[in-house]
């Protein structure tokens, strides 16, 4: 059974900073793309970051470039989320995905949630003001 398992998020005032990490169990994503998406109350799950399977390339939103980082460690099979200045408006939920490509190796774009087939169950990131 593939699980996505994604830990800390928290509290924390803005101009801050966090770093989350999604553990991927059940099945390699060495191969594949993965990504975080993000959803507030009352809006659609967004876009946040996305990294091909060697992590040479990365998409981003318009709203956390050049604040967000996002990497992957295959050997542990795991990415991670450095989210730095953060502000009251990235408070939300956090999901982890991945996308299964059978070890093609490509890196389609992978900016829309339908481009997925795994999820973590969300981590909750709140930023004050």
């Known amino acids: 059974q593939v699980q996505l398992v994604e830990s800390g998020g928290g509290l924390v005032q803005a101009g801050g900073s966090l770093r989350l990490s999604c553990a991927a169990s059940?099945?390699?994503?060495?191969?594949?793309?993965m990504g975080w998406f993000r959803q507030a109350p009352g809006k659609e799950r967004e876009f946040v970051a996305a990294?091909?399977?060697?992590?040479?390339?990365?998409y981003y939103a318009d709203s956390v470039k050049g604040r967000f980082i996002i990497s992957r460690d295959n050997a542990k099979n795991t990415q991670y989320l450095q989210m730095n200045s953060l502000k009251p408006e990235d408070t939300a939920v956090y999901y982890c995905?991945?996308?299964?490509?059978?070890?093609?190796?490509?890196?389609?774009?992978?900016?829309?949630?339908?481009?997925?087939?795994?999820w973590g169950q969300g981590t909750q990131v709140t930023v004050s003001s």
């Open positions: 059940g099945r390699s994503f060495s191969r594949d793309p």
């Open positions: 990294i091909s399977w060697s992590g040479g390339s990365t």
């Open positions: 995905a991945a996308r299964y490509l059978g070890g093609s190796i490509l890196f389609p774009d992978v900016r829309t949630v339908d481009e997925y087939d795994y």
